[in-house]
């Protein structure tokens, strides 16, 4: 297999020196290896003709054959697109894009016969379906059976690349090579009753049968994931035995007053069993990496700070890192608030941390005198020096990039112990994947007294009622966030609705103070507004989802969330977590319009019907799939794969998992003679992506 890296794809047939360079910048395909590894992400059934009239929502995918009726451009600005009416006899369907309208309308002749293939929404009672492929019927004519259809780019689709012209290529790769020598040992193949990998390759990018194709398919996903699994089990079985860490035997002076004299509250059993685990992990002699779970408000800050008072009390410093500026300064007030009266030093690192005061950083770290460090990413500068770090929180890291973590353990020679803090529930496939082998600890119990929050859908008609009762909790003193979504896309059109709405609420709420935040405006103005709200000197919020992330305003209770079918299912349990923090009973509104797709609608009612973060964070990854969980999660981490599915294939994770552990049993080092090839190509693949096992 690792043979199939040396054979570059610009010599062959039809790629070419310039095409191979855009297959590369695009797709990152640079030789036979990566261009066989390039699967379909569905494949048409050529010989099969839907009918228009009998299109009903159990269909991922149609082909239709037919012809256009009549093109159109509609809207304006970014919601421009032009809408086309096909007919192919028995019924009329829309087709519409959202780019290339002009030359799109100029490639398609109304009356002539094209198949068209896509999948296809229901809107307003109408079916429609959104970029769909276009082909001629002569040019597909001779084609029967199954046939890939390749993931492309819109750049590859300008230069002409489609996906017919993946498959003529990777049928001409596939019948310049003979034998694969496959990397899987024997012994593995035959325990799981896997194909092996040519035919499997050769099955994939050519299916005789959907039968065929479920196996060929299994043994890609397989592969793929063992060569994952081994990477992370192999590094970080290495890790174990070798990295010495801090071994922190220690309770002492800082744990104890605090403990016994400062606590703000009794500890919640979970926190005191997640505690009791980081203690012996850390009092181990071997470095700690652990994950902290805990639902918003689940109480994790105390938690992080009294296994960092034990890090004192063992003669090292601490450092808390958040990804935003307005979290560090609410973790430092926090935190220096509860420690500062034992004498404890705590300073506050971030971008906007003026020169002096930097300095005194600086030297105080350097001298020790500098207990606890807490910022933003600027403490993984380079010019950040410790004395001794013993160690790290980092709380919600799923902002932060695994090439900034790893720079962490440059700061001692001694890798610290590192607690990583995490209110997203992933669900345990995932885990096991991108958190290698973590331990992990939960907090699954909330601080006592608090209501669970009421949760409520309401539609455009009821927005009248919801200011009503908005009213009702600012007269009893309570405070409210406002929240609107912001997405990148149509940023302009986002920002426009946010604006109105503060202003909507300024007029509605004449008699009290409003503050404002989104991500666009400076940090300075942004914190002042925050600040406003956490202090009580503003009573509304109205704000983008710059506020989900961990802002702890006890006082509010109110969380109306506008546009809220825009949102994941995750991002709005996180945005709720934000009230239900103190002892009021707490809401949170959803507001939507009032024609959502069904599923839509099913993905708010579930955030009404439950609080728990574990189930939302199962029912997101099974409706959205882990691509937005992925990418929130670990940005940076570049955990591409090409064929499984983190969300659909648990089982295979589980085999995969099963199978590299006992392989790593009986050779660690995969350095025995049977094993080279596998090692051969576990190097090459994941050289060339970070290898975040290491730093996990
Ligand atoms: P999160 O886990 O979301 O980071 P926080 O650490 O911000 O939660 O805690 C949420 C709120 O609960 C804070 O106001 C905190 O002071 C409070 N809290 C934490 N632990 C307890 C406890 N054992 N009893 C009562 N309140 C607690
Ligand atoms: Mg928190």
Same mark, same amino acid.
């Given at each position: 297999m690792d043979?199939?890296?040396?054979?570059d794809i610009?010599y062959?047939k039809?790629i070419g020196?310039?095409?191979?360079?855009l297959?590369?910048k695009?797709l990152?395909?640079?030789?036979?290896?990566d261009l066989?590894?390039?699967f379909?992400?569905?494949?048409i059934?050529r010989?099969?003709?839907?009918r228009i009239?009998?299109i009903?929502?159990?269909?991922?995918?149609?082909?239709?054959?037919?012809?256009f009726v009549?093109f159109?451009e509609?809207?304006?600005?970014?919601?421009?697109?032009?809408?086309?009416?096909?007919s192919?006899g028995?019924?009329?369907i829309?087709i519409?894009?959202?780019n290339?309208?002009r030359?799109i309308s100029?490639?398609?002749?109304?009356g002539?016969?094209y198949?068209?293939?896509?999948?296809p929404?229901?809107f307003?009672?109408?079916?429609?379906i959104?970029h769909?492929?276009?082909d001629?019927?002569?040019?597909i004519a001779?084609?029967?059976?199954?046939?890939?259809?390749?993931p492309?780019t819109?750049k590859?689709?300008?230069r002409?690349i489609?996906s017919r012209t993946?498959h003529t290529?990777?049928q001409?790769?596939l019948?310049a090579?003979?034998?694969?020598?496959?990397?899987?040992p024997?012994?593995?193949?035959?325990?799981y009753?896997?194909?092996?990998?040519l035919?499997?390759l050769r099955?994939?990018h050519?299916?005789?049968s959907?039968?065929?194709?479920q196996?060929?398919?299994?043994?890609?996903k397989?592969?793929?994931?063992f060569?994952?699994?081994?990477n992370?089990?192999?590094?970080?079985r290495?890790r174990k035995?070798?990295l010495?860490g801090?071994?922190?035997a220690?309770?002492g002076?800082?744990?104890?007053s605090?403990?016994?004299n400062r @606590?703000?509250?009794?500890?919640t059993?979970a926190?005191? #069993?997640? *505690?009791k685990?980081?203690r012996?992990d850390? /009092? &181990?002699g071997?470095?700690?990496?652990r994950?902290?779970q805990?639902d918003v408000?689940s109480g994790?800050?105390?938690?992080?700070?009294l296994?960092?008072?034990i890090?004192l009390d063992?003669?090292?410093?601490?450092?808390?890192m958040?990804?935003?500026?307005i979290l560090a300064?609410?973790?430092?007030?926090?935190l220096?608030?509860?420690v500062a009266p034992l004498g404890?030093n705590v300073k @506050?690192l971030?971008?906007?941390?003026?020169?002096?005061? #930097?300095? *005194?950083i600086d030297?105080?770290?350097a001298? /020790? &005198?500098?207990h606890?460090?807490?910022?933003?990413?600027a403490?993984i500068?380079d010019?950040?020096q410790f004395?001794?770090?013993?160690?790290v929180?980092?709380?919600?890291?799923?902002?932060?990039g695994?090439?900034?973590?790893?720079?962490?353990?440059k700061?001692?020679a001694v890798?610290p112990h590192?607690?990583?803090?995490?209110?997203?529930?992933?669900?345990r496939?995932?885990?096991m994947t991108i958190?290698g082998?973590?331990d992990?600890?939960?907090i699954?119990?909330?601080?006592p007294?608090?209501?669970?929050?009421v949760?409520?859908?309401?539609?455009e008609d009821?927005?009248?009622?919801v200011?009503?009762?908005?009213g009702?909790?600012?007269?009893?003193?309570?405070?409210a966030?406002?929240?609107?979504?912001?997405?990148?896309?149509?940023?302009?059109?986002d920002?426009?609705?946010?604006?109105e709405g503060y202003e909507?609420?300024?007029e509605t709420?004449p008699?009290?103070?409003?503050a404002?935040?989104?991500?666009?405006?400076?940090p300075?103005?942004k914190?002042?507004q925050?600040n406003l709200?956490?202090t009580?000197?503003?009573d509304i919020l109205?704000?983008t989802?710059?506020?989900?992330?961990?802002v702890?305003?006890p006082?509010?209770?109110?969380?109306?969330?506008?546009?809220?079918?825009?949102?994941?299912?995750?991002?709005?349990?996180?945005l709720r977590?934000?009230?239900?923090?103190?002892?009021g009973q707490s809401?949170c509104v959803?507001?939507s319009k009032?024609k959502?797709?069904?599923?839509?609608?099913k993905?708010?009612?579930l955030?009404?019907s439950t609080?728990d973060?574990?189930?939302i964070?199962e029912?997101?990854?099974k409706?959205?799939?882990p691509?937005?969980?992925?990418g929130t999660m670990?940005s940076?981490m570049?955990l591409n794969?090409?064929i499984?599915?983190?969300a659909?294939d648990?089982?295979?994770?589980?085999m995969?998992?099963d199978a590299?552990d006992s392989?790593?049993?009986?050779?660690?080092?995969l350095?025995?003679?049977e094993?080279?090839?596998l090692?051969?190509?576990?190097?090459?693949?994941?050289d060339?992506k970070i290898?975040?096992s290491?730093?996990?």
């Open positions: 043979s199939l890296f040396r054979l610009k062959l039809g020196p310039a095409r191979a360079q297959l590369d695009e990152g395909i640079k030789n036979y290896y066989l590894h390039h379909p992400t569905h494949y059934d010989s099969r003709i839907y009239a009998d009903n929502g159990e269909m991922p995918y149609v082909q239709l054959r037919g012809r009549s159109a509609q809207g304006e600005g970014a919601k421009r697109r032009l809408v086309a009416l096909f192919d028995s019924g009329v829309e519409v894009w959202f290339r309208i030359q100029e490639a398609y002749t109304p002539n016969e198949i068209l293939f896509g999948k929404n229901q307003n009672n109408r079916w429609s959104v769909p492929e276009v001629t019927t002569a040019s001779a084609t029967t059976g199954m046939r890939g259809v390749y492309l819109e590859l689709r300008n002409g489609s993946f290529w990777i001409t790769a019948s090579i003979k034998i694969i020598n496959d990397p899987i024997d012994e593995i193949l035959s325990r009753r896997l194909t092996g990998a035919e499997a099955t994939v050519n299916p005789a959907a039968q065929m194709l196996q060929a398919r299994l043994r890609l397989f592969e793929e994931l060569l994952l699994q081994l992370i089990q192999r590094y970080a290495r035995h070798t010495a801090y071994r922190f220690h309770i002076e800082n744990f104890n605090f403990y016994f @606590l703000p509250f009794e500890l059993g926190q005191k #069993r997640v *505690i685990e980081i012996a850390m /009092g &181990s071997r470095q700690m990496n994950l902290l805990g408000g994790k800050t105390l938690v992080a700070l296994c960092m008072l890090a063992n003669g090292t410093q601490a450092c808390l958040a990804p935003t500026e300064t609410q973790h430092y007030e926090t220096s608030g509860l404890i @506050l971030t971008g906007s941390t003026r020169k002096k005061e #930097r300095d *005194i030297r105080q770290l001298d /020790g &005198s500098l606890i460090l807490v910022g933003t990413h403490v500068e010019r950040v004395r001794q770090l013993g160690f929180v980092i709380d919600e890291q799923h902002r932060f695994v090439v900034q973590r790893a720079r962490l353990w700061k001692s890798p590192v607690l990583v803090m995490t209110a997203t529930p992933i669900p496939t995932l885990a958190y082998d973590l992990v600890s939960v699954d119990e909330l601080p007294g608090r209501k669970p929050i949760t409520l859908l309401r539609y009821r927005r009248y009622d200011y009503k009762s908005i009702a909790q600012l007269r009893a003193g309570r405070q966030y406002i929240v609107y979504p912001l997405i990148k896309e149509n940023e302009k059109l920002l426009k609705s946010l604006e909507t609420i300024r709420f008699s009290y103070r409003v404002f935040v989104h991500g666009q405006m400076k300075a103005e914190d002042r925050m709200f956490a009580h000197q503003a109205v704000a989802t710059v506020i989900e992330v961990g702890n305003v006082n509010a209770t109110t969380m109306v969330i506008e546009n809220a079918e825009r949102f994941g299912l995750s991002q709005l349990h996180q977590g934000r009230v239900g923090r103190g002892e809401y959803l507001m009032h959502i797709a069904a599923d839509t609608r993905r708010l009612e955030m009404t609080t973060g574990f189930l964070a029912a997101d990854l409706m959205r799939g691509g937005d969980l992925e670990q940076g570049m794969l090409n499984a599915s983190l659909t648990g089982q295979i994770v589980q995969a998992r590299a392989l790593l049993d009986t050779d660690p080092e350095a025995q003679p094993h080279t090839r090692s051969k190509l576990i190097n090459l693949i994941f060339r290898d975040f290491l730093i996990s």
